[in-house]
């Protein structure tokens, strides 16, 4: 199901944000923070996996995000690309350490402190959305350019998922189902686990949580490169709240609205998708 106040966060920035002319760093300074905390809770929530099962599972989950998000960015190129937009580039913040660092913080606290993972990072998340909000700039012609991440995503997922089961002997509607999770880990391990067993189904979570986090550690780097297309690509069902940001800082300022066209198409096909694949023999 998805969060109906996930929107209402959104638009109550984007209301905001187009009733006044106020800006300031320190919605900049506000946002980073927020993201620190989000991605500090998400490593709590991962703490709560199995050791054992985890160390088994992360390598798996490593290489099947790596050769989706790989695919995935390479179809980019090759689908429509918009002009760069004016001012491309110009907002390096070398946020992927600090998104490392507070991942593995998270991990370690939640290890031997009991926190309230899931409310924190729901919470978290409602301020990001507000704070990314208030700042972006929706526009058409960014909301027509959407079917390019879409299709990259889409037909990524598709290529990768047969081509690492031939090579791992992992289960072909496992790796499918992972990799059509497009991110939303939260419903694609749960599904996995229940239809298959609970290793794969930590591999579906693993492979999604990671494609989340990729896609924030590696985008100061990798936006300058890949332009708001692969950004948005790579986020996955995620552009439409934890990623948004990641995609217009450092992809073009003004891709907020093919960003948020792309999370929301790919979370409903994830939604529809994952259970259909799951019945595959």
């Not at 507000?130 to 972006?136: P, Q, R, T, W």
């Not at 891709?255 to 792309?262: C, E, K, P, V, Y």
Request: aromatic fraction near 10%.
């Amino acid at each position: 199901m998805i969060d109906v106040f996930v929107y209402v966060a959104f638009v109550a920035g984007v209301v905001a944000g187009h009733l006044t002319d106020w800006r300031s760093p320190w919605v900049d300074r506000a946002t980073i923070a927020d993201i620190a905390v989000l991605v500090f809770f998400l490593g709590v929530v991962l703490s709560a996996l199995p050791g054992d099962e985890l160390l088994d599972a992360i390598p798996l989950a490593l290489g099947l995000v790596g050769l989706t998000l790989a695919i995935t960015v390479g179809l980019t190129f090759v689908l429509p690309r918009r002009p760069p937009a004016a001012g491309h580039g110009q907002r390096p913040r070398p946020l992927g350490v600090l998104v490392v660092v507070a991942l593995v913080a998270g991990y370690v606290a939640g290890r031997f402190v009991t926190l309230p993972g899931e409310l924190a990072l729901t919470v978290a998340l409602y301020g990001l959305l507000a704070l990314v909000g208030f700042n972006i700039r929706l526009t058409w012609a960014s909301l027509r350019t959407a079917p390019t991440p879409v299709l990259a995503a889409i037909l990524g997922a598709l290529i990768a998922a047969p081509v690492f089961s031939v090579l791992t002997r992992f289960p072909l509607r496992a790796a499918l189902a992972a990799t059509y999770g497009f991110g939303f880990y939260s419903l694609a391990g749960p599904l996995v686990t229940t239809a298959i067993g609970p290793v794969a189904g930590l591999v579906a979570f693993l492979t999604n949580f990671f494609r989340e986090n990729l896609t924030m550690i590696t985008a100061p780097w990798l936006g300058p490169r890949v332009r708001s297309e692969g950004l948005t690509a790579m986020g996955g069902a995620t552009t439409m709240d934890t990623t948004l940001y990641f995609v217009t800082a450092y992809g073009d300022s003004d891709a907020g609205s093919m960003a948020l066209a792309n999370g929301l198409i790919l979370t409903v096909l994830a939604t529809l998708a994952i259970p259909l694949l799951l019945t595959l023999p």
